[in-house]
């Protein structure tokens, strides 16, 4: 069974085993954080971070952008 190896949105590190990951789904006025599952992490729409740090990046650049 091939596994789908998913890369971090910020610094592209990719992995099949994404352990510590984090997935976030946004939208301009909404933003989702789901701890890691392969279903979560599959779902449309979801961003992947390898970690916490990755994944607060990405938070600061979106509270940072204008909305609408």
């Known amino acids: 069974m091939i596994q ?5 949105e910020i610094c592209g590190a ?3 085993n994404p352990k510590g990951w984090v997935a976030i789904q946004c939208a ?12 979560v992490a599959d779902a449309p729409d979801m961003l992947h971070y390898c970690g916490e ?6 938070i600061s ?3 940072e952008s204008p909305c609408g």
């Open 4 to 8: 789908t190896a998913y890369r971090c």
């Open 28 to 39: 301009d006025a909404k933003l989702t954080i789901y701890k890691w599952s392969p279903e």
């Open 61 to 63: 650049r979106w509270l």
């Open 14 to 16: 990719e992995s099949r």
């Open 53 to 58: 740090a990755h994944a607060q990046v990405y």
